[in-house]
């Protein structure tokens, strides 16, 4: 491609390093609002439910090791980050050659979509599911096909498969962001050869930042069809499970040339020692993550239940956030529940009511249940609303995940 990195430096901004959140109770991880920039900021009384967060946080064995790295802060992180990419290839039973770091999967995304999407040869993702690639593309000038999902919110991956045919680039979010849906490993292997029968130059990117959360026996990782062929990649993320979202750390596994055509693309002082040490931290932790899949499960499921109670269905989730019809504006309906201390998601169109409701601690799911509860046995408001995306796309504009 004739994109250079400069130029992609430029249209996704510069990366900055993430605060850390340090001797705060586990509950100091809940309610935030807004500052003037977008930017979530702590709000006594508020439950935030909006981000796809962990609510629970990182745990006190990272937090501790952060603040063990202070002294480090002046050095670069080379060490570290060299230590978390041998880690996390080990444990998925890569070479080191077939993984890449990222600041967040976010810079991951954006870096694949510039390595492989062009003028002649676009981007094609679902509708509703994490914008980040369509945005990206829209912003690039390329040619952005999205396909709407099933009535079942299922990626139609036919219609996907059929569509990519000439693009650059497919995105697939499995699960899929917002609705929660899943496609077992079969599904996922299907689409995988039939795109590639239609088209071998197209490149699929499977987004895995839910997978950790899964528990359908019917899936797997699709980690084994990105080391066996070259157009195949799949992204992971330390935000969701391992409760760091504020740290940015994400990766990519593939096969080596593939990862170094996104390589091309990413900052090589993008991470910082404290992101890479509470990264390596996590992920040393065997136990947290069944501890906070189970957790999630537990809570979802009290939260599903009481929305059933209530006359809603629920779209079935394998990951920590909900969606569900509130058949209502969800403009209006999420004004409402932020009015009783509950922050839900913003608009997904074309699913206009349609509310998506991250899954937070018990505790925080028992009070939303009972604000969610109230104010859809309320009537429905008309309020005066700007249309959802009525505004411009501005890359540096801030997106909650």
Same mark, same amino acid.
């Given at each position: ?5 400069? /130029? ?9 390093? %993430?605060?850390?959140? *340090?001797?705060?109770? %586990? ?15 702590d ?5 935030? *439910? ?7 946080? $990182? ?35 890569? $070479? ?6 990222? @600041? ?10 510039m390595?492989?999407?062009e ?30 999902? /099933?009535?079942?919110?299922? *990626? ?24 929660? /849906? ?46 066996a ?6 992204s ?10 504020g ?7 593939g ?11 990413? #900052?090589?002082?993008?991470?910082? @020692? *404290? ?8 992920h ?51 004004? #409402? @529940? ?6 839900i ?11 998506r409701?991250?899954i ?42």
């Amino acid at each position: 491609m004739a994109t250079s990195r400069r /130029t992609f430096l430029q249209l996704v901004g510069a990366n900055s390093l %993430a605060a850390a959140a *340090l001797g705060r109770p %586990a509950a100091a991880f809940a309610g935030q609002a807004r500052d003037r920039s977008g930017v979530a900021t702590d709000a006594a009384g508020v439950i935030r *439910l909006s981000a796809n967060e962990n609510s629970n946080g $990182p745990g006190e064995n990272v937090l501790a090791a952060i603040q063990r790295s202070f002294g480090r802060v002046n050095r670069y992180p080379f060490q570290t980050a060299g230590s978390l990419r041998e880690a996390v290839a080990a444990s998925n039973a890569v $070479p080191t050659d077939h993984l890449t770091l990222g @600041c967040g999967s976010s810079e991951i995304l954006d870096a694949a979509v510039m390595a492989f999407a062009e003028k002649d040869h676009g981007v094609v993702t679902a509708l509703p599911t994490f914008e980040l690639v369509s945005d990206l593309g829209k912003h690039m000038g390329v040619p952005v096909v999205d396909v709407p999902v /099933t009535k079942g919110l299922e *990626l139609d991956l036919g219609q996907m498969s059929e569509k990519s045919a000439g693009s650059g680039f497919v995105y697939i979010c499995n699960p899929n962001n917002p609705t929660g /849906t899943l496609h077992g490993a079969k599904a996922i292997e299907e689409f995988v050869d039939e795109t590639l029968r239609r088209d071998p130059h197209v490149t699929i990117l499977i987004d895995e930042a839910y997978h950790e959360y899964v528990e359908r026996d019917d899936y797997k990782t699709a980690i084994a069809l990105a080391i066996a062929n070259p157009r195949v990649i799949v992204s992971r993320t330390f935000s969701k499970i391992y409760g760091l979202a504020g740290m940015r750390i994400g990766y990519a596994i593939g096969q080596p040339d593939t990862i170094r055509k996104i390589d091309r693309f990413l #900052d090589p002082l993008r991470l910082s @020692c *404290l992101s890479t040490t509470a990264a390596l931290t996590a992920h040393a932790d065997t136990l947290r993550a069944p501890d906070q899949r189970q957790r999630n499960h537990d809570a979802r499921a009290y939260t599903v239940n009481a929305l059933k109670d209530a006359g809603f269905a629920v779209v079935p989730s394998e990951a920590n956030f909900i969606m569900f019809d509130t058949r209502r504006d969800i403009r209006q309906f999420a004004a #409402d @529940c932020r009015a009783k201390g509950i922050e839900i998601a913003r608009p997904f169109p074309p699913l206009t009511t349609h509310a998506r409701v991250t899954i937070g601690t018990m505790d925080e799911m028992k009070k939303a249940s009972e604000v969610l509860r109230q104010v859809l046995s309320a009537p429905p408001t008309s309020a005066r609303l700007d249309p959802p995306d009525a505004r411009p796309i501005h890359r540096g504009d801030v997106r909650e995940c």
